[in-house]
């Protein structure tokens, strides 16, 4: 199973951009990068996923290198309800599970 | 559009005991999945679901069991509960095995 590494926690300014970095080094062809995020205990919340290509959806963007060996969640405009915990994630096929690290630890602040 | 679902809320149970987690997957899912999270740490999973029958299963012993129902709702079992089983347990849907997954708020369970 492909593994991801995050830095383990991140600040970012309300109103500014939050860069969220993952590397996947390890990550196979038909495998794709899903984003999630936990805010304190309620259940992980889907952000975006991809597979090589650049996503964008109402939430958050996703900018994939072009070796696929690390990404960035972008959240263009960080509010104060953007406190998480965020996880990066190499979906395993065919059966699916989601393998969760630490993730990131997202403080917006003020 | 009904989400995911979760009962309990919270339960608390003593060591030895046995214990039953319900989860009612979002409209129009076939695939549940179960995830144990312990304090501070990230999801693991636990098993999956594809209409009603097992399809993956992840580091877990055999006292963690499991069912799908035809509505495909589902049940968590654990058998010979330990205190290491504190946690709270997630359950997450989706509409196939490969689509991304919806989670239900958990149940957090305490073992005494």
């Known amino acids: 199973d492909a593994k991801t590494t995050q830095p383990t926690s991140m600040d970012c300014a309300e109103g500014r951009a939050a860069n969220l970095p993952c590397n996947h080094s390890?990550?196979?062809?038909?495998?794709?990068v899903y984003w999630y995020r936990q805010i304190h205990s309620q259940g992980p919340q889907y952000i975006i996923h991809?597979?090589?290509n650049n996503e964008t959806n109402e939430m958050a963007s996703l900018i994939i290198t072009e070796d696929r060996k690390s990404s960035t969640l972008i959240l263009p405009h960080a509010t104060l309800r953007d406190t998480a915990v965020y996880y990066c994630?190499?979906?395993?096929?065919?059966?699916?599970?989601?393998?969760f690290g630490q993730g990131t630890t997202l403080q917006v602040k003020p | 559009e009904t989400g995911v679902t979760q009962s309990p809320t919270h339960l608390i149970k003593t060591r030895g005991q046995q214990v039953t987690l319900r989860c009612s997957s979002q409209?129009?899912?076939?695939?549940v999945s179960w995830y144990q999270q312990a304090l501070g740490q990230g999801p693991q999973f636990i098993f999956q679901y594809y209409r009603e029958e097992e399809n993956g299963r992840g580091n877990f012993p055999p006292r963690f069991s499991g069912l799908q129902f035809p509505n495909y709702s589902s049940e968590l079992n654990v058998n010979a509960l330990e205190l290491d089983d504190s946690a709270l347990y997630l359950c997450?849907?989706?509409?196939?095995?490969?689509?991304?997954?919806?989670f239900g708020p958990g149940t957090r369970l305490t073992v005494l």
């Open positions: 390890t990550i196979s062809g038909n495998e794709y």
């Open positions: 994630i190499v979906r395993v096929a065919p059966a699916g599970k989601l393998i």
């Open positions: 997450a849907s989706s509409s196939g095995r490969g689509y991304e997954q919806f």
């Open positions: 409209s129009g899912h076939n695939t």
């Open positions: 991809g597979l090589k």
